[in-house]
């Protein structure tokens, strides 16, 4: 299989987001009155996930497929892309399911998209805690291996193919149906291609020229940016229970609020998004200190260079 082959079946499977009506342009208005600083929120979140999700993927299935090259097994690499290729159709018909379930219930569709965000904002902050816990290199390599290591058959490897593929799509399904909850198709859209292209110039970069992938820096900067997100989706989540008269609204007089951000002038907005920033913080001190465990244990780790070649 060739590396454009390849690379179009990591974006497929990134790309495995349900084209419905929720996102669809003649449905809702452009910037639904929330301005320009709303649409630049909502493409750069549009953009972040599909970059992320699909990075990983390309990643992983990369690093599948190098190993069982290295292995002397041709048909175990192309084990994997199989397997990255029905993860594909599964990732879809997810997307259908999906949408089939939300357009069940029209009539209690703020509550659906409450909760939707709700579990997307949980997913988000357990994935970017993932990407944190990820930064220093040794424990990434140690990731691929066990990965790898498991994989001892062509079923095996196709199966860790799929399920590291399809888990990405369905997180994918998972966070664009939270974020079409905000009603901003073009910047959705805008984002949507704009991280297609990226990606597709990344796996490029990886398959034609060899392109050591910075992965401390792009880790972390995406681990940050699904904090945020994961803020933001809490606000507009219990907002949108609010509106669905799930949950009681206690007004704040002078407080804030800013919609793109997820920023509402209520307590039990407030109160869900600083209990997330305590959980991020508290988790941004046990990968602290475990990063200063590391070092102390492998003083030369520190002088090694944070890049992994994905090939």
């Avoid at 079946?9 to 600083?37: C, E, N, R, T």
């Avoid at 970017?128 to 095996?156: C, I, P």
Wanted: glycine fraction near 12%.
């Amino acid at each position: 299989m060739g590396p454009m082959l390849r690379l179009s079946l990591i974006l497929l499977a990134a790309l495995a987001v349900p084209f419905s009506p929720h996102l669809a342009l003649a449905d809702q208005p452009v910037l639904a009155g929330a301005g320009g600083v709303a649409g630049w929120t909502t493409f750069l979140q549009s953009f972040g996930i599909l970059f992320r999700e699909g990075l990983e993927a390309l990643l992983l299935c990369t690093a599948l497929a190098a190993a069982t090259a290295k292995a002397g097994s041709e048909r175990g690499s192309r084990a994997v892309w199989r397997g990255a290729g029905l993860a594909i159709v599964a990732s879809l018909i997810t997307a259908w399911l999906v949408d089939s379930v939300l357009d069940l219930a029209p009539a209690g569709r703020e509550a659906i998209e409450g909760l939707t965000m709700l579990l997307a904002a949980a997913v988000l902050f357990y994935v970017s805690y993932w990407l944190l816990s990820k930064l220093e290199v040794q424990r990434w390599m140690a990731y691929l291996r066990r990965k790898v290591g498991r994989a001892e058959n062509l079923w095996a490897i196709g199966a860790v193919a799929f399920l590291a593929v399809f888990r990405e799509g369905v997180e994918t399904v998972l966070f664009y149906e939270a974020l079409a909850g905000i009603g901003q198709p073009v910047p959705i859209w805008g984002g949507f291609v704009a991280g297609a292209l990226v990606l597709a110039l990344v796996g490029v970069a990886v398959f034609r020229f060899g392109l050591r992938l910075p992965i401390r820096p792009l880790f972390g900067v995406t681990g940050a940016l699904l904090y945020l997100m994961a803020m933001i989706f809490v606000g507009q989540g219990v907002h949108e229970l609010q509106e669905a008269g799930w949950l009681s609204e206690t007004g704040l007089a002078g407080a804030p609020r800013v919609p793109a951000l997820g920023v509402y002038a209520t307590v039990e907005t407030l109160v869900a998004q600083a209990v997330l920033l305590t959980l991020a913080i508290a988790a941004g001190l046990v990968l602290y200190g475990r990063a200063r465990r590391d070092r102390a244990s492998d003083p030369g780790d520190a002088r090694r260079g944070a890049a992994v070649e994905a090939r």
